[in-house]
């Protein structure tokens, strides 16, 4: 799968809600980060884990499944085996009318449920990471393409 730069760029711009299918409430997860670095960058970001349905993550509530966001969303991020994207897929495409991209995260593909989402008009990207591509393409990598926030002079 190859995406260009502008096409990457456009879906981010564009996009102002994000919900995230198997956030973690564990800071040391991937989820968990990018949410919150999603967050940070002006996004809303509302949380999907059935686990934690009703807890607080981010000043949001989390919510056990998609059909229970109501709220338009731009884009899912989908931070699940790639085996359990289709359902997830399905539902966002019946209870998220204003959606416009399905994301899934490093290591998640399933050609035949983004083939579904595109035929009804949804932008899909698979095996990448918004927070990553959203740090690459607006400047925010540095260091050997760490985000770390600190430029060092000793280099």
């Known amino acids: 799968m190859s995406y260009t730069d502008d096409f990457l ?4 711009r564009r996009t102002k809600v994000v919900a995230v299918v198997g956030v973690s409430m564990n800071p040391v997860r991937p989820s968990y980060y990018v949410a919150r ?9 509302i949380p999907v884990n059935p686990l934690h349905a009703g807890e607080k993550l981010f000043g949001e509530t989390v919510v056990g499944g998609l059909a229970e966001i109501d709220a338009p969303v731009d884009m899912v991020d989908i931070f699940r085996r790639s085996e359990a994207v289709p359902p997830i897929v399905e539902s966002a495409l019946e209870h998220l009318p204003h959606l416009k991209t399905i994301w899934m995260q490093i290591g998640v593909e399933h050609a035949e449920a983004a083939a579904v989402a595109e035929a009804r008009g949804v932008d899909v990207i698979m095996n990448r990471c918004p927070k990553i591509e959203y740090q690459r393409l607006f400047g925010e990598l540095r260091m050997g393409g760490f985000a770390t926030g600190v430029i060092s002079s000793k280099l």
């Open 9 to 12: 760029k456009t879906v981010l």
């Open 37 to 45: 670095y999603m967050g940070l960058k002006g996004y809303r970001v």
